[in-house]
């Protein structure tokens, strides 16, 4: 079965420094989303891109936030100047179509910023 | 915020049934209820969706009430590997429409 895959499972980073966080999303997949889960909280929605761009933003998405889909196959987020309360587990997650609704979660990346 | 209630906590036997109820008294008409499942800290997991008539899969069964304000997924024979917490969301069916997260239900499943 297709899958959204991460990379990598765990980063470490100094507060202050960039970090890209990648994904591939399943193929044939035209949705792609970010979501964070800071340690013992919710999962929070950060921002969905469709057709090469950004098609909602939440509150936490802001300027030091950007999100690229490269080439092809790979969906990044990069955070600009990393600070402590980055540190989460960053989820992407991919949905086929517009009448295809299932979200398909990767398994994340954990962030740590010291 | 989420725009659904679910209780914090349930346990389980293995072997048997977990009903998870979920209150969206609130719930527009072209609102469709799905529920998602986390184990541990991996990314969510979907498990089933619906919009008024009961849906069942592989995984679980879902009951939506006739007047849409409450639903409940059942997960028929429970197992050691059901542990987890399980969110239930509201949303319309759009395309690049967010998954609002509650806090959910963390199911104990036990021996």
């Known amino acids: 079965e297709p899958e959204v895959t991460q990379t990598p499972s765990h980063q470490v980073t100094q507060m202050g420094q960039e970090v890209i966080l990648r994904c591939v999303p399943i193929s044939n997949h035209l949705y792609f989303y970010w979501y964070r889960q800071i340690l013992g909280q919710k999962v929070e929605f950060l921002v969905s891109f469709y057709n090469n761009e950004i098609s909602e933003k939440s509150e936490?998405?802001?300027?030091?936030?950007?999100?690229?889909?490269?080439?092809?196959?790979?969906?990044?987020?990069?955070?600009?100047?990393?600070?402590?309360?980055?540190?989460?587990?960053?989820?992407?997650?991919?949905?086929?179509?517009?009448?295809?609704?299932?979200?398909?979660?990767?398994?994340?990346?954990?962030?740590?910023?010291? | 915020d989420a725009k659904t209630t679910q209780p914090p906590s349930m346990d389980c036997a293995e072997g048997r049934a977990a009903n998870l109820p979920c209150n969206h008294s609130t719930i527009s008409g072209n609102e469709y209820v799905y529920w998602y499942r986390q184990i541990h800290s991996q990314g969510p997991q979907y498990i089933i969706h619906g919009l008024k008539n009961n849906e069942t899969n592989e995984m679980a069964s879902l009951i939506i009430t006739e007047d849409r304000k409450s639903s409940t997924l059942i997960l028929p024979h429970a197992t050691l590997r059901d542990t987890a917490v399980y969110y239930c969301i509201v949303r319309p069916n759009q395309a690049g429409t967010a998954l609002i997260f509650g806090k959910g239900t963390t199911l104990s499943v036990s021996s």
């Open chain 1, 60 to 114: 936490i998405f802001d300027d030091q936030f950007s999100v690229e889909r490269p080439d092809g196959s790979n969906f990044t987020l990069k955070i600009r100047s990393t600070k402590l309360e980055d540190s989460a587990m960053y989820f992407c997650a991919s949905r086929q179509g517009e009448f295809t609704d299932t979200q398909y979660f990767g398994p994340g990346t954990r962030l740590t910023v010291l």
